[in-house]
């Protein structure tokens, strides 16, 4: 084997090294997990840590859940986990639209798919405000 083939060789099995990773990353299993099941924790409003739940727009992560105040003022709880394949989605409070930096999924403040590739909307769990306690329970 001269340089030549050897280089084309080393260059042929580096694409199909990253190509193999690729697809690996978009398994079911490169994400956390499937979206959290018998959900039931309280949050303290009160607790500085909450603070940004009393804004419209607010929101905290907690044990793979997003809990958003929207823009009307209600709270909203969803899965983090996107349904394309198990990445973690994030909040945009100012554009008031959750997104997956994986593969580019969106979905709106309650949860629906508006661009693909997710193929169904996210978890949602319910929410009851008692005073300054927030119930987020399945």
Do not use: E, W
Request: net charge neutral.
């Amino acid at each position: 084997m001269d340089r030549r083939q050897f280089l084309a060789a080393l260059g042929i099995g580096a694409a199909a090294t990253a190509f193999i990773m690729n697809m690996d990353s978009c398994s079911k299993n490169s994400g956390i997990g499937a979206a959290p099941s018998n959900v039931n924790f309280t949050i303290d409003l009160s607790n500085s840590a909450n603070s940004s739940l009393l804004t419209a727009g607010g929101y905290i992560y907690q044990d793979n859940i997003i809990i958003i105040k929207t823009v009307k003022g209600n709270y909203i709880a969803l899965s983090m986990i996107c349904t394309h394949a198990g990445c973690t989605v994030q909040y945009d409070g100012l554009g008031d639209q959750i997104f997956c930096p994986c593969h580019g999924s969106t979905y709106s403040d309650n949860g629906q798919v508006t661009g693909g590739p997710a193929p169904s909307s996210l978890q949602t769990y319910k929410t009851s405000l008692s005073g300054n306690s927030l119930r987020i329970y399945s």
